[in-house]
């Protein structure tokens, strides 16, 4: 038993044995096995974990998730930091998102806000119906993620991508729930647009783009660049519409489009621009202190007005300047750019309530320009021999040439004024010409753009000093200086006047041609001494078909069926030539001369008996007005009251002007025939040569045997016969080998 007993027990010993040396190999080999314990975490680690994930719900939808490789949660401050991290913040629908990606963040979890100092991307949700100016990337540093609102902050350089363009700034903020992205300084936003469009840069001091307002909003300075163009100002704010620039408003603007050979500026306080679908301009507004000027290798054209609207034919790649309308106190300046061996013509000046200008196709010429309003265009000298001129009227319309050269001007209701040329020989006086009339049409030449004629009808008048004119139509020929008046004319100054169915002016010489149913007045001149047939005492009255003034006015020549007349004194003719200078007057053709004789009473002044009127016929005459002496030729007849004596030849001296008798006396030569005539008798002399002396009604008879028949006393011979015939006495002397007297006395 006692054996049994102990094999029993050494065999629950070895069992012990080999089971406690089994659990010893077990347990050595589990510890060994077994993953070693973490290391303690550092004192500010409240905890520590990899693939971190957080996030919260709104309303059973997600609104914010994050995600990172790695997570630490420290305390004062507490915050946890995150590797390779991604945020997501949803949209309300709750299927869209803006992802947030950074190699290292911050995270607030009662903040719920996120921040890197390290690079950022920033990747918004686009929309399923296209792209419609979207933002779509932002890439930063320093970047500070609200996760409640989704809104984005840095401090440090920004960029920006757009479905239509990108840009940058130095801080910026974008909120999503407003969706406005906020760029603090140094923004620069390229604005592409569709493919076919140019792109357009924008910067300022500060943008803001409301991309839920499609609204672009620059501050405090602005400046759109495209191509060759450049808009700057005093901030501006940039409307878009289907992801397209299609309204620009900007204050305090100046901008430029830049063209071969051409350049277009224009500035106001407020600009709009309005762009068309091909993302081009196709408008410009410009209100307060308006300006517009155009440059190209022939001309300068500014425009100037309380506003300009200009329209566009926008086309892909660019846009053409087509109308410019300006208004309230509208201007524009035309300035020509001299060029090499060409004329250089006037700058011209046009003012306005309200300008219209077309311009050609192709933008780069002027088409027309009109006034809707009362207009003013001067025309100013820019080289010796051109002269200041200015016109005004109720309507105004410009045709222009090629290179912007005026070529037409049509005007209505209209008043002109012309300053002299000065410096130049043979020019009259240094009074401004001026014109009036209803109508007017002004013709330049197309090449030069040099003034060659103008018309003016209904109501036309004309003033150079003293001088003046009306007519119905009056042209105006500008390369020789010529008027000429139509219609019922007239022209006048202070000497006198003269009108026609047509009067020809020299401007230049004073030098005047009258034409058709010509009557003249000259009025008299003070100081001047003459006779009565040249007066300076009455005014000189003339008719005839033509009238010709040379020598300012000293010579005046008048031609078919003359007549003149001062008082009862006339003189009728073919043509009638006075030389003032000379005082001589020549006249030619069936001449006539009547003078008339007004007898003194017993006080000196004339009575109240009819005048006595002494006519002269002829087929010439010459007077010279240093002798009063008026020379008939080519067979003259000399008649007055009841004598008449015909002769080749009839000399005449006639009195001072002003005196009871004109005739002085009168000496007719070659063939003499006299003829005195009463009631029941007459009287006939017949000599070579007679003398009548006016004052007594004397005739001194001689040469040729001078003889008198009385028919009712006889006839009377003899060498020199001497008749009175007041007296109706007569002295008859014979030859010298029988002088002889005989004497006839009434009975």
């Known amino acids: 038993m006692r054996s049994t007993r102990g094999l029993l027990l050494l065999a629950i010993a070895g069992i012990l044995g080999g089971v406690g040396a089994s659990y010893y190999h077990q347990r050595r080999t589990q510890a060994r ?14 905890a520590a974990a990899r693939d971190w994930q957080w996030s919260r719900s709104t309303a059973g939808r997600p609104s914010v998730e994050v995600r990172a490789r790695s997570f630490r949660q420290l305390h004062d401050p507490e915050r946890v930091e995150l590797e390779q991290v991604e945020l997501r913040l949803y949209h309300d629908d709750g299927r869209r998102f803006d992802q947030v990606r950074c190699a290292h963040a911050t995270f607030d979890p009662s903040q719920a806000a996120l921040s890197s100092e390290g690079e950022v991307e920033i990747t918004m949700g686009l929309r399923a119906e296209g792209p419609q100016g979207r933002l779509i990337l932002i890439r930063a540093s320093g970047v500070s993620f609200d996760s409640r609102t989704g809104r984005v902050v840095t401090e440090r350089l920004a960029e920006f991508t757009f479905d239509q363009g990108e840009g940058r700034a130095v801080g910026a903020s974008y909120d999503p729930a407003t969706r406005e992205l906020h760029m603090r300084s140094q923004a620069e936003l390229c604005w592409r647009g569709r493919a076919a469009g140019r792109p357009m840069k924008l910067e300022a001091g500060e943008l803001v783009y409301k991309e839920a307002d499609s609204l672009v909003m620059l501050s405090p300075w602005a400046r759109l660049t495209r191509d060759n163009g450049r808009l700057e100002s005093q901030g501006a704010v940039v409307s878009l519409r289907e992801g397209l620039i299609r309204e620009v408003q900007a204050g305090r603007a100046r901008g430029e489009e830049r063209r071969p050979k051409q350049l277009l500026e224009y500035s106001a306080a407020q600009l709009w621009m309005a762009f068309a679908p091909v993302g081009e301009p196709e408008k410009i507004t410009a209100e307060g202190e308006a300006r517009l000027i155009q440059t190209t290798e022939s001309a300068r054209v500014a425009a100037a007005a309380g506003r300009l609207d200009l329209e566009f034919d926008a086309v892909s790649g660019g846009s053409i300047l087509k109308r410019v309308l300006a208004t309230g106190g509208a201007r ?11 004329a250089e013509p006037e700058s011209r000046r046009l003012t306005s309530e309200v300008i219209q200008l077309q311009m050609r196709p192709g933008g780069r010429e002027i088409e027309r320009v009109q006034t809707e309003a009362p207009g003013r265009l001067e025309f100013l000298a820019n080289r010796p021999g051109q002269r ?14 090629d290179s912007n050269r005026i070529q037409s001007l049509r005007a209505v209701n209209v008043a002109t004024h012309t300053d002299p040329e000065s410096g ?9 010409v001026q014109t009036w009339s209803r109508d007017l049409l002004a013709e330049f030449d197309p090449r030069t753009g040099q003034l060659t004629r103008i018309e003016q009808w209904n109501d036309f008048r004309y003033r150079e000093g003293a001088r003046q004119a009306r007519a119905e139509r009056a042209v105006l020929d500008e390369v020789s200086h010529r008027i000429t008046l139509e219609k019922t004319a007239r022209l006048w100054d202070d000497s006198g006047s003269v009108s026609a169915e047509r009067i020809e002016l020299d401007q230049g010489s004073g030098d005047t041609v009258a034409l058709g149913r010509v009557a003249a007045s000259r009025l008299p001149e003070r100081g001047g001494r003459s006779s009565a047939l040249l007066s300076y005492e009455d005014t000189l009255e003339a008719q005839a078909d033509r009238m010709t003034t040379s020598e300012q006015n000293q010579k005046v020549v008048y031609e078919g069926r003359v007549a003149m007349w001062q008082r009862a004194n006339r003189l009728e003719a073919r043509q009638v030539e006075i030389d003032r200078r000379a005082r001589r007057l020549t006249a030619s053709g069936d001449v006539m001369t009547q003078f008339a004789d007004q007898p003194a009473g017993n006080s000196g002044k004339p009575d109240a008996r009819p005048p006595v009127f002494v006519s002269v016929r002829a087929a010439r005459l010459v007077y010279t007005e240093q002798d009063r002496l008026a020379h008939y030729t080519g067979g003259a007849m000399l008649r007055r009251e009841k004598l008449q004596i015909q002769a080749a030849e009839i000399r005449a001296w006639l009195k001072e002007a002003g005196q009871d008798s004109s005739l002085d006396r009168a000496l007719a030569t070659g063939a003499v025939r006299i003829l005195h005539q009463q009631p029941g008798r007459t009287r006939q002399a017949s000599a070579e040569q007679a003398e009548y002396y006016a004052a007594d ?6 040469g040729g045997s001078p003889s008198l028949v009385d028919s009712r006393r006889g ?3 003899g060498v020199r016969l001497i008749w009175r015939a007041r007296d109706d006495n007569f002295e008859v002397e014979g030859p010298e080998s029988r002088p002889a007297l005989s004497r006839v006395r009434r009975p």
């Open 33 to 46: 096995q077994a993953p070693l314990p973490p290391a303690p975490l550092p004192k500010q680690v409240a």
């Open 715 to 717: 006839a009377v011979r």
């Open 697 to 702: 009604e004397r005739v001194v008879l001689s």
């Open 388 to 401: 200041r001129r200015w016109l005004e009227a109720e309507r105004l319309w410009i045709h222009y040439a």
């Open 424 to 432: 130049v020989a043979g020019r009259r006086g240094a009074a401004p």
């Open 332 to 342: 524009l300046d035309s300035e020509p750019i001299a060029r090499a061996g060409a």
